[in-house]
């Protein structure tokens, strides 16, 4: 049971480059999100999908796009990487429900040059 | 819109009891308090949540005020392991449902 998984653990893109990060998790969860961290700040809420084929913007949207494949996979995509985008990355997932605990990933960390 | 006071960081003797404070005055009746912590840059890890009645497991305790406008987290006995930054959370009801806020937390630093 390895939780949730993210690919890659770091990135180094160039401005205007494009990349995708994935996520993957085998808890059967219905819910899973993407949060940035920028360096000593809390987490922000990019998307989240709270089931299989909704996606839903969070506090900080622009500039990514989510998909949510299946019930296991939910991967975010930059399509024109600015340097502003520079900040480690987390997925998690979670149970939907009144007592929502959600279950994090290790993180990507992503620098734009 | 944090809905949740934390002290920016304090100090502990490993071995001792830490006990981090979270001031959330506005909580509803239906909401619940959640803990969590970040170990240096891992991904935040769950501990404890709890509505109104003092919650216990294998990670910490949970007291919340009866009047629910605080709560205090408590690590019965720390260690070095147990520095990190430990984030009160309330969920926050808005357009898309109920959404987590993490905000800056409490940095714990548990000193031998």
């Known amino acids: 049971n390895a939780g949730v998984t993210q690919t890659p653990k770091f990135q180094v893109l160039k401005t205007g480059q494009s990349m995708t990060l994935q996520c993957a998790q085998d808890?059967?969860?219905?819910?899973m999100y993407w949060y940035r961290q920028d360096p000593g700040m809390g987490l922000r809420l990019i998307y989240y999908?709270?089931?299989?084929?909704?996606?839903d913007k969070g506090e900080v949207p622009n500039g990514y796009n989510v998909s949510r494949l299946n019930k296991r996979e939910f991967s975010l995509r930059l399509e024109s990487a600015a340097p502003s985008q520079t900040s480690v990355y987390f997925c998690?997932?979670?149970?939907?429900?009144?007592?929502?605990?959600?279950?994090f990933g290790p993180g990507t960390r992503l620098l734009v040059l | 819109d944090a809905k949740t006071t934390q002290p920016p960081s304090m100090d502990c003797a490993e071995g001792r009891a830490a006990n981090l404070p979270c001031n959330h005055s506005?909580?509803?009746?239906?909401?619940?308090v959640y803990w969590y912590r970040q170990i240096h840059s891992q991904g935040p890890q769950y501990i404890i949540h709890?509505?109104?009645n003092n919650e216990t497991n294998e990670m910490a305790s949970l007291i919340i005020t009866e009047d629910r406008k605080s709560s205090t987290l408590i690590l019965p006995h720390a260690t070095l392991r147990d520095t990190a930054v430990y984030y009160c959370?309330?969920?926050?009801?808005?357009?898309?449902?109920?959404?987590?806020?993490f905000g800056a937390g409490t940095r714990l630093f548990v000193k031998a």
């Open positions: 998690a997932s979670s149970e939907v429900g009144s007592q929502e605990t959600q279950y």
């Open positions: 709890g509505l109104k």
């Open positions: 999908s709270a089931s299989e084929g909704t996606t």
């Open positions: 506005t909580i509803s009746g239906n909401e619940y």
């Open positions: 808890m059967n969860h219905n819910s």
């Open positions: 959370i309330v969920r926050v009801a808005w357009s898309g449902g109920f959404k987590t806020i």
